[in-house]
């Protein structure tokens, strides 16, 4: 199973605020749920996600084993305008870390 599967970024600008649509596919495992054959599922979720813009954090959540498959968030931020990269990284509770990077329309 590939643990850290896709991410979709939307990040616009309006009048000084940014808004950032970030929906990332992970399955979220508590290590509770059990299998087709019985067996425990591993726990494997998203524990933290950064977002950095010019070596700045300007987000970072800490997440838990109860938090929904396919974490969805909504970000209203002034630190990113128009034209802006920023990057996107997220750590799983079993290690695997993925990076992304995104750009302000």
Known sequence: MNEINNISIKAVEQ?????LKILIRHPMETGQRKDEDGKLI????????????????IFTANLGP????DPNL??????????????????????????????VE
């Open 66 to 69: 109860s938090i929904a498959k």
């Open 42 to 57: 591993p726990i494997n979720f998203i524990n933290k996600i950064t977002i950095t813009t010019k070596n700045i954090t």
């Open 74 to 103: 909504f970000i209203k931020t002034k630190a990113l305008k128009k034209g802006d990269v920023f990057n996107i990284v997220w750590q799983t509770s079993s290690g695997g870390e993925k990076k992304q990077q995104g750009l």
């Open 15 to 19: 009048k000084g605020i940014t808004i």
